[in-house]
């Protein structure tokens, strides 16, 4: 098929008009674009203030403390270590499965293993460590609401990340 030389295409009309308009559609954009530059302020100014008051001690704002995780952070290796906090302590969290002792879960705040990692490592010496077997209840726990979760989300463009508790089998609690 080809186009026939004859026929006139259409190259006016208001629609045509309109969608060559260099400001059609624009409007919309730099208003959600205000409003999304002004929630960002007050998300950033709020997590600032989470820092400050969880040096203080208190424990809502420790728990929201690491929710919002780096932009340039690689999420797509195995669920192996997670970064995370304990009791407002920055440091990881990393399950091993060596064939000379069970599965476990164990929390270090050895700051070498944002750069090395943990696979194969012996000289790690974590706070403390749970066996896989005596977890008898793992509850997700959020730092923010939902409503919260997606202004913060969405302003930030980044995801929000929830806090994690596990009770063992005598009942004991970790956050």
Not at 65 to 73: F, K, Q, R
Not at 106 to 132: M, Y
């Amino acid at each position: 098929m080809t186009p026939d030389p004859s026929v006139a295409h259409q190259t006016d009309g208001s629609d045509i008009d309109a969608s060559k308009n260099s400001k059609h559609g624009h409007k919309g954009s730099k208003i959600l674009g205000f409003f999304k530059a002004t929630a960002k302020g007050a998300v950033e100014t709020a997590i600032g203030a989470d820092r400050l008051k969880a040096k203080v001690g208190s424990e809502k704002a420790k728990d929201r403390l690491g929710v919002i995780p780096d932009p340039n952070e690689d999420l797509t290796s195995g669920p192996v270590e997670f970064k995370c906090r304990y009791h407002g302590k920055k440091g990881h969290l990393y399950i091993t499965s060596k064939t000379t002792s069970p599965p476990a879960v164990h929390f270090s705040s050895d700051s070498s293993i944002e750069k090395l990692g943990t696979k194969d490592r012996e000289d790690l010496h974590p706070e403390w460590s749970l066996p896989v077997s005596d977890i008898k209840e793992m509850k997700k726990i959020g730092g923010f609401g939902w409503k919260a979760k997606l202004v913060v989300g969405w302003a930030l463009d980044r995801e929000v990340a929830d806090g994690l508790e596990i009770v063992d089998r005598r009942g004991l609690r970790g956050r």
